[in-house]
């Protein structure tokens, strides 16, 4: 989980691809759609693993705001993003975020 921006900063620079979730603690929608992201996170097999970070939204608004600022998408909650090369090349948020769909993300070249 990252906690601050110290930390999203750090994150960022030590991987050239990332997973990352924005996740709110108190909505049903998120908690379904972070299932799906672990389901997706725990099913992968060990060749196609891509590093993961979660943000709390509410708890760490700041960081969560900071993320929207860096990469220029709009924030919402529940949101998916996967940043390749400092860029992210594919985001969705609420319902749309499946384990499914996660995968083909990850696997379309880019």
């Not at 909505?27 to 996170?41: G, N, W, Y």
Request: aromatic content about 8%; hydrophobic content about 35%.
């Amino acid at each position: 989980m990252i906690e601050n921006r110290g930390q999203l900063e750090e994150v960022l620079a030590g991987y050239d691809r990332l997973l990352l979730f924005k996740h709110s603690t108190r909505c049903p929608v998120s908690a379904q759609a972070f299932d799906e992201f672990q389901r997706f996170l725990k099913n992968t097999d060990a060749d196609r693993r891509v590093p993961a970070a979660v943000v709390h939204v509410i708890e760490q608004r700041e960081v969560s705001d900071a993320v929207s600022e860096r990469f220029g998408i709009r924030h919402e909650s529940p949101q998916v993003m996967w940043i390749k090369d400092g860029k992210v090349c594919w985001h969705t948020s609420h319902s749309n975020i499946t384990a499914e769909k996660i995968g083909q993300a990850v696997s379309e070249p880019r």
